[in-house]
Each structure stands twice: as structure tokens, then as C-alpha cells.
């Protein structure tokens, strides 16, 4: 087992960018009051059209981004939010965009240079008579933001420039986009107490330790409505930072009963996302006292907003708020289980395949012409 200092990973810049995230989020939202009335601009026409798809795009961990905000934005906006992510648009885009009605591309990228970000935006072009285009991004160099920068029907959401990380794994990129769509579209939220929230979150790295530590063999993290899609990008998250080095699985609450139970055993620790919506966190706490019962009040771990309570991990200052602004927070979490875990086993963080198995900004893709 390595040290104290570098269990924790000091030094890292994985650990940087999870630790500067409430400062980044400040500076987001900052950004997006500078811009609001060039957004507005932009937005408000296409927003008056009722017939308008939108539609959130993104690749790997930027494609979760729209799976946590799309069910937010269907129901403040009241119309069709769709999250696709742009590796199914790029491979399927005539059945995907079938319906040519007005569209709202919405494109999160970190660096904006994987293959599918700028092809997703083409086939996009290509197939559908009415389309605009919301690029945010957190590299002004990359070529997603040099493919839209001048474009009348585009318009590009620079990220604060510490949200490009230099990690492997999108961090700081990750919450800065998904608050930043929130703000762009959802009006205002208390991002002081967001970023509160996340600083008790940081304040708790021993306790998660202790977690990663117990060298769980699988990991299940289950969450509702948008915070499935958290749950898939905590997931994700410990998959590439430990190199695989433990399974780790995601599913909604009231899905993991339907055949994914089955990979529960003994060895087994299940994080379960609470949603702040009592009738959907009614459907959490079921599948967690139903998993206490098999695994353990020890295996079992509910991460909520709230007073603490046995078998929670409860952060405070966050009453009220919806799932799609709790992610922001919850998230901290599970990047720190990540971090750790990683730690623990001896991976380089930053770096986890040397070899070039899998790399920060995907390699290897072909984009084939549309044809027709």
C-alpha cells in the first residue's frame, strides 16, 4: 500500500482539478452572467418555437452530462430534451435525426478534438433543414470551438480555462459544463451553497478512504431520474482512474432489480444516489434497505442531502435543491472514491494506461461519409 500523502493524491492533477471545483463553478457562473444577454439573444428565438428539439450531445463522460440535465430541462422548459450522445448520432444519424423538425444541438466536449464532436455537428448539418448550434467547451483551441467560433447559427461557451483538465479523467470539465447548461437554460441557482457543499465533501476524504481501502471487489452505484446518469459517470469514473482494477456498475434504482441484482455477492459495496424528490427517493431508500438486508448496513452507502443519519453520507446545505443541481456535489464524492481507489492499487492517476489501451482523447476512429 502506498502512503498517506499519496493515497490521497497530492501532486496529481486529478486531485487538483476534484479539489478546485468550487472556485471553478464560481467562475463558471460568473462567465455566464457576462454572457447572459448574448445568450438570451441567441436562445430566445429558437426557444419560442414549440416545435423545437433539443438535443444534448457529448462523448463518454460529456455525453452524461446531457443524461443528468436532460430530465431537468424537460421539465423546466416544458418541451423535448433528449440526451444522445454523439458516438450513437455519429453511428446511427438517420434514424437518430429521422424527425426533421427544429433542432437545438447542444455539444458538451473537454478538448472538443475526439473524432465524433465536430462529425456529430456535420451529420447534424447534413440531415436536418433547421439547425443551430450550442458548443460548450472547455478548450478554445480544440476543434469543435474552431469548427463553430464564426458560425451565424453557433454559439460557444468558453469554460474558465482551469476547467480543461489536464488528468486523464474530465473532472472540474465535467460539473463546470453540466452547471453551466443548468444556468444557461434553468435561471439561477445558489452556486455559494453548491460549492459549500462541495467543500464538506473534500472535507470528507478519510472517510471516503476507508471506503476504497476495504478493496471492495465490485462497486454498484444506482440513482433516479438524473442521477442514473450520475451514477453512470461515477462509474465510469472509478473504471478508468483504477485501470479496472474493480468492476464497477451502474443502473436506476428501480432497474437493478431486473437481472443486474444478479452480480451482488458478499464482496459487494452499493452507493446509492438519493433523489431530493420524496416520491423518487421513496424508490431509493426501497432498493437500499433491500440491499442492507442482503449485504449489510456496512456494504451499503446512501449519499443524500440532509441531516446524517446511519448508512448515510448526508452533505448539508442542499435542501430543496433538484437532482440535476445535487449531482454537482454528489459527484464530488464519487471523483474522490475514484481518486483513492486508484491510490490504493497503485495506479497512476493521471496516466492509468501507459500503454495506450485507452487514451484521454479517444484515438482509433474512422468517420465514414454519409452517403445520400
Known sequence: MTDTLQRAGEGTATEREISQQPDVWREAAARIRERRAELDGFLAPLLARPELRILLTGAGTSAFIGEVAAPFLTGRLRRRVDAIATTDLVADPVELLAEDVPTLLV?????????????????????????????ITCDPNGA??????????????????????????????????LLSVLLVFGGDADVDALASAADWVLGQRNRVEAIAVREPARIVYLGSGSLTGLARESALKLLETAAGRIVAVYDSSLGFRHGPKALVDARTFVIVFRSGNAYTRAYDDDIAAELRETLGEENVLTVTAGEPGDGLFAIPGLDGLPDALLALPYVVFGQLFALHTSQHYGVATDDPFPNGTVNRVVQGVTIHPLQG
Open 144 to 177: 469543435l470551438h474552431r469548427a463553430h467560433a464564426d458560425r451565424d447559427d453557433s454559439f460557444v461557451l468558453e469554460m474558465p480555462a482551469r476547467a480543461n483538465d489536464e488528468g486523464f479523467a474530465m473532472t472540474s470539465s465535467f460539473t463546470s459544463m
Open 107 to 135: 455539444s458538451f466536449a473537454r478538448s472538443g478534438d475526439s473524432p465524433e464532436s465536430t462529425a456529430a455537428t456535420d451529420v447534424a448539418d447534413q440531415l436536418l433543414g433547421d439547425v443551430h448550434h450550442l458548443v
